[in-house]
């Protein structure tokens, strides 16, 4: 599954990540590899919580690039 997430370095020098689609589910990390691994683990926590509840899981992105010359 392929979720959009914002990763953002914050004033204090640390990267913090958000996924838009789940509401709430955000992490962080010192570099922005530690960052995107700890989202990774969030978003999988946050999938596995909506389906403990019977809640909706949002749909995953289908997205293409477009490369303009």
């Not at 953002?8 to 990540?17: C, L, R």
């Not at 995107?36 to 690039?65: T, W």
């Amino acid at each position: 599954m392929r979720y959009r997430i914002i990763i953002e370095q914050d004033e204090d020098g640390m990267y913090v990540a958000q996924c838009s689609a789940l509401p709430g589910c955000v992490s962080q990390g010192k570099t922005r590899k530690e960052a995107l691994e700890n989202i990774q683990d969030a978003i999988k926590g946050y999938i596995q919580s909506l389906k403990n509840h019977n809640e909706p899981v949002p749909p995953p992105i289908k997205e293409e690039i477009v490369e303009v010359p």
